[in-house]
């Protein structure tokens, strides 16, 4: 049963020393199983590009295909940190993109794209700071991982570590996703990982055209497995003076084909449980084509 508990205040020092210790941690688990982490082939590589050509040939099943927007309806003040999302996405996506995850393998979001620094081209976009929008390096990047989880959850691939939003920070407008379906990730030490145990290998491809991101899951062999993920007891609750808590649990149904083509129900279960402080008054009314 959730119980609702206010964040403990820790110092700066004490925050950073924290974030030291899980970043080299986190290292040092990269280095450990170096080879067991999913990575691009140089053989899809060109200087154009990737070979989707010999992709497809390879991987000529479909398993699962998403998309998103990479605008929100915020406000103009906002449109700056929006550009430099978009900025950031269209950097990072390439170093994912064409990823294959043989049997055995790790896919590590953070492994993949590496540190998002002004360095290497990325601006300020948004960033959550308990809860709160603000500007930094490297902002917006967890519209990646959102895409590739709720991709992942509707796949054979098993997820090992993904950490839920803590904030629920806007309104439901034009949302088609359940709440709580994302992936929040910081480098490196909140990472997106997901592990293949099946005898199959898989690709993920991930593009950026006319504002709108797409992802697609590839695999080697035909999928006789379909997925449907929903929510279930979506609440919330008032843990105090102005302070709102939503809630929800998402499932996953399992259905697999016979030999007749029919779909068969194979299992109905608890993927995870979302419990988010809401940054929003749930009673005020907004504006749901905005």
Not at 182 to 208: H, P, Q, W
Request: hydrophobic share 35%; glycine share 6%; with cysteine.
């Amino acid at each position: 049963m959730y119980t609702f508990q206010p964040q403990k205040k820790r110092s700066k020092f004490r925050i950073k020393l924290g974030c030291l210790f899980y970043t080299l941690k986190r290292y040092f688990y990269w280095i450990k199983f170096s080879t067991h982490f999913a990575k691009i082939p140089a053989c899809y590589k060109t200087k154009e590009g990737l070979d989707f050509t010999k992709i497809k040939q390879d991987f000529p099943y479909e398993v699962f295909y998403h998309s998103t927007p990479l605008y929100r309806n915020l406000s103009k003040e906002d449109m700056e940190l929006q550009d430099g999302k978009v900025n950031n996405l269209l950097i990072a996506h390439k170093k994912i993109s064409g990823v294959v995850i043989k049997p055995g393998e790790i896919f590590s979001y953070w492994k993949l794209i590496g540190n998002p620094t002004a360095f290497r081209g990325y601006k300020k976009g948004m960033v959550l700071h308990n809860g709160k929008p603000e500007s930094g390096i490297g902002g917006g990047l967890c519209a990646i991982s959102n895409l590739i989880y709720w991709i992942i959850l509707h796949s054979p691939l098993s997820v090992k570590e993904r950490w839920r939003h803590s904030y629920d920070v806007f309104p439901d407008s034009n949302r088609t996703l359940p709440f709580g379906s994302g992936a929040t990730c910081v480098y490196n030490y909140r990472d997106l990982m997901f592990l293949n145990e099946t005898k199959d290998d898989y690709i993920l491809l991930i593009s950026i055209e006319n504002n709108i991101m797409q992802g697609q899951l590839l695999c080697s062999s035909p999928v006789k497995t379909k997925y449907e993920v929903y929510e279930k007891d979506a609440s919330i609750t008032m843990e105090g003076p102005g302070i709102y808590v939503r809630h929800n649990s998402l499932w996953r149904k399992t259905y697999l084909k016979n030999e007749n083509g029919d779909e068969v129900l194979q299992d109905d279960v608890l993927i995870t449980e979302n419990h988010a402080l809401m940054m929003y008054n749930p009673m005020l009314s907004y504006d749901k084509n905005n």
